[in-house]
C-alpha cells in the first residue's frame, strides 16, 4: 500500500451515471488487476474505494458510479485537481490459472477491474470472451474498449434493450476454460450456480478503512471469515460459503 497525490488528467461522462477518470501519479504500488484505490475527499470522513480500471508506469484510470456524496463530488472535479489516494489495495486476480479460453463476467461497474485483467490475459496469448451485464441499453460502457483488445464481447441488458436479453449467465458460452467476475452479489452467485469450471469472483463491500485494519467488511467463508479490502476482494469459488 502506498499514498501518494495524483493530478486529474481527464474526467469525462460514459453514460448518465458512470464516468471515467485519468490520472497522473505513482502507480508503483500496484501489482495485479483487481486490485483498488481509496480516494481521500475534502469534508468526507472515509476515503471512497474505486476500482482500477487500468493502469501504466505514468497514469491510473478509474470508472466510477456517482451514488452517493463522494462519487458526486468526484463527478464534478475538473483536470488539474489533486486527489489523495492510496494504491495497491486488495489481493487482485490472479491469471495463472486461465487455460486457453478464459470466461469475464461484468455486471455494471463491476465492468471496470475485468479490462485490465483482460489486457494482460490477451498478452499471454489466450483468447478472451468477456460478457458485459447491464440493465438496460443506455447503461453500457467499455463494449468497444473490450473489442478493441480482441475480446469476444457480448452484451446481455435485463430489459432487453441492447444485446442479448437476460443477464450475463444467459450468454454463457460452451468453450471456457476459467473463469473471472466482479458484480452485485446476487450476479456473482448465478455465476457460481452456473458456471461449469474453476474461477475468481471480485465481491463488492462496504468498506472503513480499506487495508484490513477495521475488520468491517469482514465475510465468512469456507476457511474462516476473511476481509474484503486485504484478503479479497478476490475469492476463489471453492472458498465461498454463500448466506442465504
Not at 468526507?44 to 474505486?50: G, S, T, V
Not at 474498449?145 to 457480448?154: A, D, P
Amino acid at each position: 500500500m502506498k499514498q501518494s497525490i495524483f493530478q486529474i488528467l481527464s474526467n469525462t461522462p460514459l453514460t448518465d451515471s458512470v464516468s471515467k477518470m485519468v490520472l497522473s501519479g505513482d502507480t508503483s504500488a500496484i501489482t495485479a488487476p483487481g486490485q483498488f484505490v481509496n480516494i481521500k475527499l475534502e469534508g468526507l470522513f472515509l476515503r471512497r474505494p474505486i476500482s482500477v480500471c487500468d493502469y501504466d508506469g505514468e497514469t491510473l484510470t478509474i470508472v466510477y458510479k456517482a451514488v452517493g456524496k463522494g462519487t458526486e463530488k468526484m463527478r464534478a472535479m475538473v483536470p488539474g485537481q489533486e486527489l489523495d489516494l492510496l494504491t495497491g489495495l486488495g489481493n487482485g486476480y490472479d491469471l495463472t490459472p486461465a487455460g486457453d479460453r478464459p470466461l469475464l463476467l461484468g455486471g455494471g461497474v463491476g465492468v471496470p477491474p475485468l479490462y485490465h485483467l483482460a489486457k494482460k490475459l490477451i498478452a499471454q496469448g489466450r483468447e478472451v470472451t468477456v460478457v458485459l451485464g447491464f440493465n438496460t441499453k443506455s447503461e453500457v460502457f467499455y463494449e468497444d474498449e473490450f473489442k478493441s483488445l480482441g475480446c469476444r464481447v457480448t452484451v446481455t441488458t435485463a430489459d432487453g434493450s441492447y444485446g442479448v436479453k437476460g443477464f450475463v449467465t444467459h450468454a454463457l458460452p460452451e468453450d471456457y476454460t476459467y473463469f473471472y467476475t466482479c458484480g452485485p452479489e446476487p450476479m456473482l452467485k448465478a455465476v457460481y450456480r452456473a458456471s461449469k469450471t474453476s474461477g475468481q469472483m471480485s465481491f463488492e463491500e462496504r468498506m472503513g478503512c480499506g487495508f484490513g485494519a477495521c475488520m468491517g467488511c469482514s465475510c465468512k467463508t469456507l476457511t474462516g471469515y476473511k476481509r474484503i479490502c486485504k484478503d479479497g476482494p478476490v475469492m476463489r469459488k471453492e472458498e465461498i460459503a454463500w448466506q442465504d
